[in-house]
């Protein structure tokens, strides 16, 4: 690889990875390796997305202020793009964030202000109807707005999508997403409707989200509780486009966590909580084919920040998620 002139131009371009050691059936599992952008996950490419749309469009001026309502990677990714090209950052984190992802936010230069978490949509306190209510009180502010903004699908149309069909030389017959803010699916099926319509995708998703009833029923009630991080709703995000989604998966926290460790075990990749919820649907669906499949998932982001929690046997235990060993493994029985 060349030289590069800012850490901005390695965004994208991730690796794809032939998973040889974990069982996946008659299929071949390829693994896109979203934890290796700058910024850790596959948000840093919706984020510059996002930010080169607004500039396009002057809604986002030389030296202006970029607002969002998250803790997540979406706000590393814009912390990590707003301090290289020079834009003030202002994020609205609900206080039940951890303090390690808020104090990364800051390193990076972000402002991070703090609200509330026991308020839903609505209340002026709710960390989005905050972060807009400041966009539109701060003088030259864009609010990014993830969740309705086209760009954030875009990027998946125009960068992820071709990376992939280049990278398999056009040969996917299967998709495993999770959704967020649906920007990962929508922009990947609009891709691929226009250049392998066959390609079918199949929604990972936490149990207790209701994303998987609205794929199944075509609706859906209240949501349940799931630890697993950055993806799994209580509605439906619009631009995820579900109806286009063939089959959903319900993955525990537990089944996630233990896959995500096997991964990084069998495989050595180092991978965040949801790449658990992926790479588990992946295997199931993979292993239930009867003829030989390639199938495409992904590592959405790096599992540096989750060392204390799933990758924490202590940790597991507490939560009541440390699955029991394999036949013959006594050492966790020992432990
Ligand atoms: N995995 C992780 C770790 C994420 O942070 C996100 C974004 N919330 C996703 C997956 C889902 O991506 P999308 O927003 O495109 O649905």
Not at 83 to 107: C, E, N, T, W
Not at 207 to 220: F, I, N, P, T
Not at 295 to 301: E, I, W
Request: negative net charge.
């Amino acid at each position: 690889m060349a030289i590069v002139n800012d850490v901005v131009a390695l965004i994208g371009n991730t690796p794809l990875l032939r998973l040889s050691k974990l069982d996946t059936g008659p299929c071949e599992l390829l693994l896109k390796l979203e934890n290796q952008n700058p910024g850790g996950s596959i948000k840093d490419r919706v984020a510059l997305s996002m930010i080169e749309d607004a500039e396009r469009r002057g809604v986002l001026k030389p030296g202006g202020t970029i607002i969002e309502a998250t803790a997540g990677n979406t706000g590393l990714g814009l912390a990590l793009i707003a301090a290289q090209k020079g834009y003030q950052l202002i994020l609205v984190v609900p206080d039940k964030m951890s303090r390690d992802k808020i104090f990364h936010l800051r390193a990076l230069g972000a402002r991070v202000l703090l609200t509330r978490s026991d308020v839903n949509k609505g209340h002026p306190a709710y960390y989005q109807d905050y972060a807009r209510r400041l966009a539109a009180e701060t003088p030259g502010a864009f609010y990014i707005d993830q969740f309705s903004n086209p760009a954030n699908a875009l990027a998946h149309l125009t960068t992820t999508g071709p990376e992939l069909t280049a990278q398999s030389e056009g040969a996917i017959d299967a998709v495993v997403v999770g959704v967020g803010s649906g920007g990962t699916l929508g922009g990947l099926q609009a891709w691929f409707n226009e250049v392998s319509p066959h390609t079918e995708f199949i929604l990972a998703d936490p149990d207790g989200s209701v994303l998987a009833d609205q794929v199944e029923h075509g609706k859906y009630g209240d949501a349940g509780a799931w630890r697993v991080e950055g993806i799994g709703e209580d509605f439906i995000p619009p631009l995820a486009r579900l109806e286009g989604v063939r089959r959903a998966y319900r993955i525990s926290d537990a089944e996630a966590f233990a896959t995500v460790r096997e991964l990084l075990k069998m495989e050595g990749i180092l991978a965040g909580s949801s790449t658990g919820t992926l790479l588990a649907a992946a295997l199931r669906y993979c292993r239930a084919q009867t003829t030989p499949k390639r199938v495409v998932t992904f590592a959405c982001d790096s599992g540096n920040k989750y060392l204390s929690k799933m990758f924490n046997d202590d940790w597991l235990r507490q939560q009541g998620l440390l699955t029991p060993p394999q036949t013959g493994d006594l050492r966790d029985l020992i432990a």
